[in-house]
């Protein structure tokens, strides 16, 4: 966890932590200016509070004073672990997350840095504009402790939504947009940095393939009797570089495609992981496509696997029940799985791993695991194959489900300016 300390408490401002027994997270931080009190609690914002007079009469409650650098280090606490508890699932297609460049900021989540999600395991991806997703390592980074000054927290899906429309709107602030033609055939969608604090214009340039490249497109077009370059807006831009995708794709995999994503919209094709379904013939239903080589087809297949079981899950016993897998495609076949977790459906997040017939053991949330929620047939089997299984493995997880992280990937970056985060386009998304 990062520094906490944003400045020194005024002489007339004092902070009491108040802790439940029991309960591990502090029950309230109360402020008091003087002779008026608030409170941050677990609905995560500052209240007119009377909560220190009732302190004697309830006997649970524990009171004590705290300097302002504590009382920060537990606001940022109590936000990340109760947005944590509401937010994360095993049953959604994404969690989302937004990262910081102080702790503190996680209290106001108009100072978001950066939009990540994880669809599964310890897969990260970056929101970079202009419907992209880019891997990532951030939150990696900051779980080692390598940004010690920065945090992040889980998103609702409405707050995620938001947080990628404030990045698309620093894009549109911050730059200009263009399409470039050659002979009226549209062949790049160009970025500009209209106010790059390097004192220089910078381009990015969309051609199709899955990364941008630094650009002098615009300059060039002025000069070459056959090109052509358009300002135009950015949802123009976006939807010229979804025809680029499907041009460059096409060609890319005209050799070698094992099978294609369908889309709902045209735009869709930029995220490979927005794809409905993989099909090995296009039909004539299959308006927006790419086609996919066999790694591809293999990953993003796996995945709409995993996001199938989990919009289909239901309560086995009152629990939800859930195979771990070491790598993405084993997801195919349940006698990959090498345990066995289950949660209960009433939402109390006791998480419980199976060792033998009728024995579980506490563990953590599966937070980078690769899971794949079980039926009852499903269930049957995963069980009767692990408990045949001699000897066992355990991963040890501590009470936010880490584990030994992957190999990190270097970031890549888009110019100063309107760059609100790295920026991408059509690639394909990393497996764990």
Same mark, same amino acid.
């Given at each position: ?29 109360? /402020?008091?200016?003087?002779? $008026? &009190? ?7 914002? %500052? +209240? =007119? @509070? !009377?909560? *220190?007079? #009732? ?62 999600? /994880?669809?599964?395991?310890? $897969? &990260? ?7 992209? %997703? +880019? =891997? @990532? !390592?951030? *939150?990696? #980074? ?68 899955? &990364? ?221």
């Amino acid at each position: 966890m990062g520094d906490h300390h944003a400045s020194e408490a005024g002489p007339d401002i004092r902070y009491v932590v108040i802790h439940v027994e029991g309960q591990r997270l502090p029950f309230a931080v109360v /402020r008091l200016t003087g002779a $008026v &009190e608030e409170a941050f609690t677990h609905d995560l914002r %500052w +209240e =007119p @509070s !009377d909560l *220190l007079s #009732r302190v004697p009469s309830e006997p649970d409650w524990r009171a004590r004073d705290a300097d302002v650098r504590h009382a920060n280090g537990l606001l940022v606490e109590m936000t990340k672990a109760i947005r944590a508890r509401r937010h994360e699932s095993e049953l959604t297609d994404y969690t989302y997350y937004a990262s910081f460049k102080q702790a503190l900021g996680v209290l106001d989540l108009t100072t978001v840095d950066r939009l990540i999600r /994880r669809p599964e395991g310890r $897969v &990260e991806e970056e929101y970079a504009g202009h419907e992209t %997703w +880019e =891997p @990532s !390592d951030k *939150l990696r #980074r900051i779980d080692l402790g390598h940004d010690a000054n920065e945090e992040y927290v889980a998103l609702s899906l409405t707050e995620a939504a938001h947080v990628k429309r404030l990045v698309d709107a620093q894009w549109d602030r911050g730059c200009s947009h263009h399409v470039v033609l050659v002979d009226g055939l549209p062949v790049a969608a160009v970025t500009r940095v209209v106010d790059n604090p390097d004192g220089e214009l910078a381009e990015l340039a969309f051609t199709g393939e899955p &990364e941008p490249q630094p650009s002098r497109l615009l300059a060039q077009a002025t000069r070459e009797p056959r090109m052509t370059a358009v300002q135009t807006s950015m949802a123009r831009v976006v939807e010229t570089m979804a025809r680029l995708t499907v041009r460059w794709r096409t060609a890319a995999r005209a050799q070698d495609t094992a099978g294609y994503a369908v889309f709902h919209r045209l735009t869709d094709v930029l995220d490979l992981d927005s794809a409905y379904d993989v099909v090995p013939k296009l039909q004539r239903r299959h308006e927006f496509s790419v086609p996919l080589d066999s790694s591809e087809r293999d990953d993003l297949a796996a995945r709409l696997r995993v996001r199938a079981a989990r919009r289909a899950a239901r309560p086995v016993g009152g629990h939800f029940y859930f195979a771990a897998f070491r790598r993405l495609r084993e997801v195919a076949n349940l006698d990959n799985a090498y345990s066995l977790v289950r949660v209960p459906a009433d939402g109390s997040e006791r998480w419980e791993m199976f060792l033998r017939e009728g024995q579980w053991l506490p563990t953590g949330k599966p937070r980078t695991l690769i899971t794949l929620p079980l039926t009852g047939s499903g269930l049957k089997r995963v069980t009767r194959r692990i408990a045949s299984t001699e000897p066992r493995f355990l991963e040890i997880h501590d009470e936010q489900g880490r584990v030994a992280p992957e190999a990190s990937r270097r970031p890549r970056r888009a110019p100063a300016g309107c760059r609100p985060s790295r920026w991408t386009g059509g690639g394909t998304n990393p497996n764990g």
